[in-house]
């Protein structure tokens, strides 16, 4: 295996190229693009710690991490509805029945359009 030499910023790409082209199809993808989106804003925040001298922690957490790169003085651009979902949406395994996104079930059509709403806003905060 080829060692890989990329940064948080470039791993991330490819979870917003398909929360993208994920949205475009039907609601049958509810659950990657989510799963996706959180994956995109996680990665994005801890290349911005990383880029700011901090080790970014090993957690998932959403809301964690914005309150991280906050408590260095960069205002993150989610609103706490985003932070919240996208917070809640990531699963610690791919198996069945571990894979209950959100307390109430599936995400459905409104909480992806938080989902995809929240990755716009963090692309473009750091173009």
């Not at 959180?38 to 911005?48: P, R, Y």
């Not at 991280?68 to 706490?80: A, C, D, F, N």
């Not at 307390?103 to 716009?120: T, W």
Request: charged share 30%; with cysteine.
């Amino acid at each position: 295996m080829q060692k890989v030499d990329r940064n948080w910023f470039d791993f991330a790409v490819e979870d917003y190229e398909l929360v993208i082209y994920l949205s475009k199809k039907d609601n049958r993808f509810n659950r990657s693009i989510c799963f996706h989106a959180q994956q995109f804003v996680e990665k994005i925040l801890k290349g911005v710690l990383e880029e700011e001298g901090v080790i970014p922690p090993r957690i998932h957490d959403i809301n964690a991490l914005c309150k991280k790169v906050e408590k260095l003085g960069i205002k993150v651009p989610l609103t706490e509805n985003q932070s919240l979902l996208l917070s809640s949406v990531y699963i610690d395994t791919r198996y069945p029945p571990d894979a209950g996104l959100l307390p109430e079930g599936d995400p459905d059509k409104s909480d992806v359009q938080i989902a995809v709403n929240a990755v716009l806003r963090i692309k473009e905060w750091v173009s």
